[in-house]
Nanobody
Framework: VQLQASGGGLVQAGGSLRISCLTSGFTLDYYTVGWFRQAPGKEREGVSCIGSSTGSPYYADSVKGRFTITRDNGKNTVYLQMDSLKPEDTAVYYC???????????????????WGQGTQVTVSS
């Protein structure tokens, strides 16, 4: 199982960025996937996660209405569209996948065994 996050960068507050997670070594269709972030000195937190079947994605309160998670199983890729970015969104963003995530823990870091290497997102004020 491999996950490779990319697309991070430096953007001004109010701007947009789309990060991608290219997966390989497994059939993405059957996995729950998520985006997490970790700012300096803070714990890693769930940002947005989406199940393998149809259903509403989960969004952290801090990003609701600004971020959108999508998945393209045919391309083995998960995206996170980030709009109206704020300086507090600055963090390393990680993607993760797991086949056995229960709904009540869909965006808990403890629910995921397989992680990508992270991509830095920096939002300047």
């Amino acid at each position: 199982v491999q996950l490779q996050a990319s697309g991070g960068g430096l953007v001004q507050a109010g701007g947009s960025l789309r990060i991608s997670c290219l997966t390989s070594g497994f059939t993405l269709d059957y996995y729950t996937v998520g985006w997490f972030r970790q700012a300096p000195g803070k714990e890693r937190e769930g940002v947005s996660c989406i199940g393998s079947s149809t259903g509403s994605p989960y969004y952290a309160d801090s990003v609701k209405g600004r971020f959108t998670i999508t998945r393209d199983n045919g391309k083995n890729t998960v995206y996170l569209q980030m709009d109206s970015l704020k300086p507090e969104d600055t963090a390393v963003y990680y993607c993760a996948a797991d086949q056995n995530v229960i709904l009540s823990n869909i965006c808990s870091t403890r629910a995921y065994d397989d992680w990508g290497q992270g991509t830095q997102v920096t939002v300047s004020s």
